[in-house]
């Protein structure tokens, strides 16, 4: 029921997996430098994903996300019980230069931790209406994202989980988000403005620290945290 760490390595000439329900795990490396990989449909029985599983796979431009995703492993495979901050997380896409879309299914409810951390050719995420947590460091350091819009059940977003986004210029939070934690928006230095909704109930800190093109901000009037 997995893909075991560097299954696939190099294997150049490969331009399309399609993989059978039932699997549950997809190894580091497992797909690295599948140069000519286009399109690859993961199952929504996969639960876990290591860092870089699909590292450089750089013609990679469609990917079915499994809507059972609740682990990522760093790239020695494992969950790294010191920090969620250490260096060896990374999304499992990182390197696939070509991946500048990911539309999230409707239906799932959080985003796992580490899932996008370091993807700088990420540039656009569709969020579900069922979308209620987006956890720690799931999008950290993706420079190329633009804009996010959260609609529906959206309630928490956790720590750092957009920090250093430098691209992101537009934030649109829905009403009924209820946490934003730690350094969530930290260093998202072309953020020019953002409205924060009055069901707010907590905000962490550093939540927008370093956001050095923050012109404007939105604050409601005596409703919730406010």
């Not at 390595?9 to 797909?31: D, H, P, Q, R, S």
């Not at 920090?83 to 879309?101: I, M, N, V």
């Not at 050719?121 to 799931?138: C, H, K, R, W």
Request: net charge negative.
């Amino acid at each position: 029921n997995n893909i075991g760490s560097y299954m696939f390595y190099g294997c150049t000439n490969l331009t399309v997996v399609n993989m059978a329900e039932g699997l549950t795990t997809i190894y580091a490396y497992a797909f690295q430098n599948c140069t000519a990989l286009e399109s690859i449909d993961i199952p929504d029985s996969v639960t876990t994903m290591a860092a870089r599983a699909f590292y450089n796979c750089t013609k990679l431009s469609e990917v079915g996300y499994p809507a059972s995703w609740t682990v990522t492993w760093d790239y020695y495979n494992r969950i790294n019980n010191y920090a969620d901050s250490y260096p060896d997380y990374r999304s499992p896409f990182e390197g696939c230069t070509s991946l500048k879309e990911i539309t999230i299914d409707e239906g799932v409810a959080a985003i796992p931790k580490q899932a996008f951390r370091g993807h700088t050719g990420l540039e656009t995420v569709v969020l579900p209406e069922s979308l209620d947590t987006i956890d720690a460091y799931a999008f950290y350091g993706c420079s190329g994202l633009k804009s996010i819009k959260a609609d529906g059940s959206l309630k928490t977003i956790n720590d750092s989980a957009f920090s250093g986004c430098t691209g992101l210029k537009t934030v649109e939070l829905n009403e009924g988000l209820e946490t934003i934690n730690s350094s969530a928006f930290a260093n998202c230095s072309a953020l020019t403005g953002i409205a924060l909704p009055g069901s707010l109930t907590k905000i962490g800190e550093s939540a927008f620290s370093g956001c050095s093109g923050l012109k404007s901000i939105g604050i409601p009037d005596g409703e919730g945290v406010f």
